[in-house]
């Protein structure tokens, strides 16, 4: 299997996963900056735990470090308040913009080439995306603030799938999980200390999101954004929703659009074609 085939298949595994981050939620029924909070104060020391039984140097805070933990906090709370403002399809379909950003972004940010594949893929999967919603995305609700909420939280998750791109190969990914959460629970510190605080039968989901979705899944990702350009990394972003509303109707017994299933093939089409292209181009590369 080729480097970047087995790096896009641990992406899709790990957004597979992150997709049942809303069964978790909706059994929490925390505030966001509350789940935020406790969430990166927990992961940060299991974090620590597990570097300390590998024997991972976690070395000093850097500024490369601190900055994509900033912007992980600045693309939650921006996509979170894109949900509170609008709806669930605005707020999603907004947010998915990202591969768009990334496709421009990456070339000037950090000279990656351009894939020829990528307009067509996110077009693709755009496209899917919208069949496997459940409301319009492009409904009149009035509000325009939680779509530009929803764009601008594209645009941040944008600038930080380049930036892991850059410096997330050369960091430690124990080290990049522990420094990343232990910013962001530092951050939201002023604002979660006088709120609410999780009941006892919180305990177990939490540890459950702090060691698999937040520990385990991202040492996965990081592992596949290693061997694969941004604009790859990105385009799996989609599994997140598609795996998302299958399970909320497999499990939670939502209804699925009628046409869920093309919007599904669409997804994984548009995926599949930028990682042929990459895995060709690469190979290419390695046989000059």
């Not at 972003?237 to 209804?255: D, M, N």
Request: charged share 10%.
């Amino acid at each position: 299997m080729t480097p970047s085939l087995s790096g896009a298949g641990k992406i899709a595994l790990s957004f597979f996963i992150w997709s049942t981050w809303a069964i978790f939620f909706r059994g929490l029924g925390l505030p966001v900056i509350t789940l935020t909070f406790y969430l990166t104060a927990l992961t940060a020391p299991v974090a620590f735990l597990c570097a300390k039984a590998f024997k991972t140097p976690l070395g000093k805070p850097t500024f490369p470090l601190f900055l994509m933990g900033a912007t992980l906090l600045l693309n939650d709370l921006t996509f979170f308040y894109a949900i509170e403002k609008t709806t669930v399809a605005n707020a999603l379909f907004a947010h998915h913009l990202s591969p768009v950003f990334v496709a421009i972004l990456a070339p000037l940010l950090i000279k990656e080439k351009p894939l020829a594949m990528t307009p067509l893929s996110v077009g693709l999967s755009l496209f899917g995306l919208y069949l496997i919603l459940p409301e319009n995305p492009f409904a009149i609700d009035g509000a325009l603030i939680g779509s530009l909420s929803g764009i601008a939280s594209a645009l941040i998750y944008g600038c930080l799938v380049i930036m892991m791109r850059k410096w997330a190969g050369g960091i430690d990914r124990l080290r990049f999980i522990f420094w990343q959460n232990l910013t962001v629970a530092l951050l939201l510190l002023p604002f979660a200390v006088f709120g609410p605080v999780p009941q006892s039968g919180d305990g177990f989901p939490l540890f459950i999101l702090a060691s698999l979705h937040s520990v385990v899944v991202p040492l996965i990702y990081l592992s596949g954004i290693r061997v694969v350009s941004a604009q790859v990394a990105s385009i799996m972003g989609y599994i997140e929703p598609l795996g998302a509303v299958l399970l909320a109707g497999l499990l939670l017994g939502e209804k699925m659009p009628q046409l869920a299933w093309l919007g599904g093939i669409l997804i994984i089409s548009g995926g599949a074609l930028l990682v042929y292209e990459e895995t060709k181009r690469n190979a290419r590369v390695a046989s000059a």
